[in-house]
């Protein structure tokens, strides 16, 4: 499953990220909202899902080298998280879904393309 089919099977909002990148695959993922945690769990290739929105979770996704950021429940990035993560080439989806709802559909999505 790739980042752009992520972001149709979420029925998110691609807030930034180049076409490229919506292609990379999607080899996992993780979800929490405290950065250190995260920064010692995620890794690369993996789906971040998080409500966190501030600049410091471009600094996170950057060095776990996730393939995206997905912001659950409508979240939306502040203008510094945006501005650093279009600065840096990070895809930020916007999903309508619970943390655990998103999960869930990529847990689906990694099952259909068998990934698992």
């Known amino acids: 499953m790739t980042v752009a089919e992520l972001a149709a099977r979420l ?55 996730v393939s995206c950021v997905v912001l659950s429940e409508n979240v939306a990035p502040d203008e510094a998280l ?7 080439g990070l895809v930020l989806l916007s999903a309508p879904l619970s943390t655990y709802d998103v999960c869930w559909r990529i847990r689906e999505g990694l099952a259909d393309a068998a990934v698992l």
């Not at 292609?23 to 966190?52: C, F, H, K, N, P």
């Not at 945006?82 to 840096?88: D, H, I, P, Q």
């Open 11 to 65: 029925d998110a909002k691609v807030l930034c990220g180049a076409e490229t990148a919506l292609e990379r695959a999607v080899q996992g993922a993780y979800a929490g909202d405290l950065l250190s945690w995260v920064m010692g769990r995620a890794r690369a290739g993996m789906v971040w899902v998080t409500i966190m929105s501030n600049m410091n979770v471009a600094a996170v996704a950057l060095l776990a080298d």
């Open 82 to 88: 945006l501005a650093r993560a279009v600065r840096e």
